[in-house]
């Protein structure tokens, strides 16, 4: 059975970047809400290389039906010739809270 809920998560590579993302998503109703955490720290392969970087997480609350808009609106204004768009499945939580992320998301 799929969610009607999901986090969409991204990083990028400026706290700034990080609060416009969050902003914009909330303020377009593609999140209901939107965390920032950071700086964490990265590992990953590129171009050949093993590199190390500081980033930042923004995780944004979304009803399920919004995920695609969401992804294609975070894919516009990344910053990342390749950026990290991962959509979670929200299995359970309060149905209250639930219930604000679709109609914050109308």
């Known amino acids: 059975m799929p969610a009607d ?3 969409v998560s991204t990083t990028v ?3 700034a970047t990080a ?3 969050a902003t914009s998503a909330v303020e377009a109703r593609l999140a209901a809400c ?3 955490v950071g700086p964490i720290t990265s590992v990953y392969r590129w171009e050949g290389k093993v590199r190390t ?3 930042w997480r923004v995780e944004c609350k979304t009803a399920a039906d919004r995920a695609g808009a ?3 609106f975070l894919n516009v204004r990344h910053t990342y010739a390749l950026p990290e ?3 979670t499945p929200i299995v359970g939580g309060s149905p209250r809270y639930l219930s604000w992320v ?3 998301t109308r």
């Open 5 to 7: 809920h999901v986090v």
């Open 13 to 15: 590579d400026k706290e």
């Open 19 to 21: 609060r416009n993302i």
């Open 34 to 36: 939107a965390q920032i």
């Open 53 to 55: 970087d500081y980033e």
């Open 70 to 72: 969401l992804e294609e």
């Open 85 to 87: 768009i991962v959509v």
């Open 102 to 104: 679709v109609e914050q």
